[in-house]
């Protein structure tokens, strides 16, 4: 039925769990931030890199309106902001020193992370059965490519698209489009599969695509306002991948 699968991948292929508001985390990135020579307490540190995310922000939204193009959900770079805090205390600070420190940032508040059971075999199987698989992620690069190799799953997919090098995130048509442009699928043929009703289920039906919508831990709680084609409440991916084989 479907020749194309997109996943999203934070709750639907794995589960996360991360704090970003732990006090220890933000003493520890201003040390860190302190031992290339930048003075900053750790309260002012996680002020600074939040008033600088809301600030670029709403940059991009300016520029966006200022194009006349059509609205789009837009998704800073939070790479560029830790940059910017070094650049702020006139530190010289290149696109790489700054992905270390995201990495670092991304190690201290992630509590864990980990596959879902039988994600790795259902991709496995629908590869072997000539199918194409995307990734498509509101989410950081620099988190999330790190996060795909430590899961093993940086090779498994045709394409992956992550909102913060794409400048824009779901549901937002933007975004799906350049999914679909960039890799010439036709959305009738191609399966959502996402833990999101609004990002995910919505996005999916504004784009002419079908949706498999899978409730796990860290969903909101669903509206009922968009309906998918396939449902599994409860989150268990024996159901997720009995409907992905049967579809494929």
Request: charged fraction near 25%.
């Amino acid at each position: 039925m479907y020749d194309n699968y997109v996943f999203d991948f934070y709750g639907t292929l794995a589960d996360i769990s991360t704090d970003e508001n732990n006090r220890g985390l933000w003493i520890a990135m201003s040390r860190y931030y302190g031992s290339f020579g930048c003075r900053y307490g750790w309260k002012e540190l996680r002020e600074k890199f939040r008033r600088t995310e809301a600030e670029e922000t709403r940059r991009m939204q300016r520029d966006t309106a200022a194009s006349l193009r059509e609205a789009v959900l837009v998704e800073p770079d939070l790479t560029g902001v830790f940059q910017s805090l070094f650049q702020e205390q006139g530190v010289s600070c290149n696109r790489q020193m700054a992905r270390q420190t995201a990495g670092f940032f991304r190690i201290l508040s992630r509590r864990s992370i980990r596959l879902y059971d039988g994600v790795r075999e259902t991709l496995g199987e629908l590869r072997l059965r000539g199918k194409k698989l995307y990734v498509l992620s509101n989410a950081q690069s620099d988190f999330t490519r790190p996060e795909l190799e430590l899961l093993g799953l940086a090779d498994c997919f045709d394409g992956i698209l992550i909102s913060s090098e794409e400048g824009c995130k779901k549901p937002c048509a933007a975004f799906f489009d350049r999914l679909l442009s960039r890799y010439g699928l036709d959305p009738a043929r191609s399966l959502m599969i996402g833990n999101d009703e609004y990002a995910d289920i919505s996005g999916a039906v504004c784009a002419g695509m079908d949706s498999l919508y899978i409730h796990t831990a860290i969903s909101s709680p669903p509206q009922g306002k968009y309906e998918p084609t396939y449902c599994v409440m409860d989150g268990d991916w024996e159901k997720v991948a009995r409907i992905l084989l049967e579809t494929g």
